[in-house]
């Protein structure tokens, strides 16, 4: 669309993620719990994660109709009530949540672009910029990654990278802090 909200795109996604939910609804009576999550992975995360850095920071609202369906399928894999709270589901069943999901892909692309994986036309998108802000005490150097607007501006992209050496963040360690955060 027009104002990059991804509307009908994630309408679109919803559509498919519903009907998966439909599926494990119906087969979850039948199979063990391994077995209705190796479905959730084939049939609901990888509709959830295909192009996620593109809709996936789109509006809020839009993002949370997916996160929403997301919900309901851990209910369904774990024969929770339809309120039942999430939380603990997604730490029982080691699954990302669909905001973490999109920060690691979004930690793995940059990491690729950081080690020019990336094909030439997105590597030439990047660029890293340093900033000095001088307090009282000492200069503080931010690092980031910018986006050239196409008007001689920069769009930053991942701001302060909490790694040493001014480098970015490793797509490895921030699935290890993921993983830590959960309960």
């Known amino acids: 669309d027009s104002r990059l909200a991804w509307t009908s795109q994630i309408s679109e996604y919803t559509k498919k993620i519903a009907r998966a939910n439909g599926l ?39 993002v949370n109709r997916i996160f929403k369906l997301q919900q309901q399928a851990l209910r369904i894999i774990t024969l929770s009530n339809y309120d039942a709270s999430t939380s603990q589901l997604f730490s029982q069943l080691k ?68 790694v040493q050496a001014c480098s970015i963040i490793c797509a490895t360690s921030m699935l290890k802090c993921l993983i830590i955060k959960q309960p």
């Open 24 to 62: 494990l609804a119906k087969l979850r009576y039948y199979v063990d719990t391994q077995t209705i999550k190796s479905l959730y992975y084939s049939l609901f995360h990888s509709h959830m994660t295909y192009g996620c850095l593109t809709w996936g920071l789109a509006r809020k609202s839009n």
């Open 95 to 162: 699954i990302l949540k669909l905001e973490d999901a999109i920060k690691l892909n979004l930690c793995f692309f940059m990491h690729d672009w950081f080690n020019n994986r990336l094909p030439k036309c997105l590597n030439k998108l990047f660029s890293f910029y340093a900033t000095t802000v001088s307090t009282r005490k000492k200069q503080l150097t931010t690092t980031f990654v910018a986006i050239d607007d196409g008007r001689n501006a920069t769009v930053p992209v991942m701001l302060n990278f909490k």
